[in-house]
């Protein structure tokens, strides 16, 4: 696995929009607050373009990613936002241009698809976390961010001891590739060239605004195709209003994860901070990943890095 160069304050981060668009005064406003930050800026006047809910056509969002990453004073690449659109950018990317400049990239929500396929196919560590759009003023959101993305470090580790209402069904240590991210993204994948590669892996699930049953089918999807057989570890991150005020004809979502997933025999580990909510931890995909049971850690490993 490649892994671009790590930031520091100095360094100039690139924004797109390869998903959803937004008004211009709230991304003016969240700019801002990234600046803030420490970052320099740079971005194109496209970032505002919307057609319907798409922020501009599918091939001048896919061309301003590629310019970012051929762009060699951009240091590393921030989504503007989720909502839809980034799996019909994929086919016109410049691979060789992104194989041969590799960067740190970031997002979540919709650009799981960007993140999985540039793990899968071009061998590119992406970091599954904070967008232009989050709130950066949660200090547990900031701190994984800075940390992470600035390490010049091999390895970085979360202790599960630090973050509240851990529970783990199937306890024992496990290890795999990171994958995942939107657990609607995954399944939507499915049966396409982009799909999610989930053998000897450690997936990543989290969810925003659906139903309980809706939950239950798309874990059913997800087992009904296989994709859950060969993964050697679950971590479930945050559900965003994904519960009911009355569950007198519904299942918890606790019940759900029981039903659904305990039954594979494998560690799973159940509200870890990221996706909607907040904390939003990055987390890099495609990077080795360990949970330590004995020391409840989750140590995170670069297999290589590619620039100092």
Not at 118 to 139: A, E, Q, R
Not at 251 to 270: D, R, V, W
């Amino acid at each position: 696995m490649i892994k671009g160069k790590h930031l520091n304050k100095n360094s100039t981060l690139g924004i797109i929009a390869p998903a959803s668009c937004d008004e211009k005064k709230i991304i003016n406003k969240n700019i801002e607050n990234l600046k803030n930050i420490g970052f320099k800026i740079e971005f194109s006047q496209h970032i505002y373009d919307k057609y319907g809910y798409l922020a501009g056509k599918d091939l001048d969002r896919a061309k301003e990613l590629n310019n970012m990453f051929a762009d060699s004073s951009i240091d590393g690449i921030i989504c503007l936002r989720g909502g839809y659109g980034s799996i019909n950018i994929i086919p016109y990317l410049d691979i060789e241009n992104i194989k041969n400049n590799p960067k740190f990239f970031c997002g979540y929500s919709d650009i799981t698809i960007l993140l999985n396929y540039l793990s899968s196919y071009l061998d590119l560590i992406t970091f599954h976390g904070p967008m232009v759009n989050s709130n950066f003023n949660d200090k547990i959101t900031l701190n994984s961010f800075i940390s992470i993305s600035t390490s010049n470090s091999n390895t970085f580790t979360y202790n599960l001891l630090d973050y509240d209402n851990i529970e783990i069904i199937n306890p024992k240590s496990f290890s795999g590739k990171i994958i995942g991210g939107n657990l609607s993204i995954i399944c939507s994948s499915l049966g396409t060239p982009y799909e999610v590669d989930t053998d000897n892996s450690i997936l990543l699930i989290e969810e925003v605004n659906e139903y309980p049953y809706v939950i239950d089918r798309m874990l059913s999807q997800l087992l009904l195709s296989k994709k859950l057989k060969n993964c050697n570890g679950i971590i479930l991150g945050h559900f965003k209003n994904c519960n009911l005020n009355n569950y007198n004809r519904s299942l918890t979502l606790k019940e759900i994860f029981m039903n659904k997933l305990s039954n594979l025999k494998i560690p799973i580990i159940i509200n870890f901070p990221f996706g909607h909510d907040y904390p939003n931890l990055t987390i890099p995909i495609g990077a080795t990943g360990k949970f330590s049971y004995k020391n409840m850690a989750v140590i995170l490993h670069f297999i290589h890095e590619s620039l100092p």
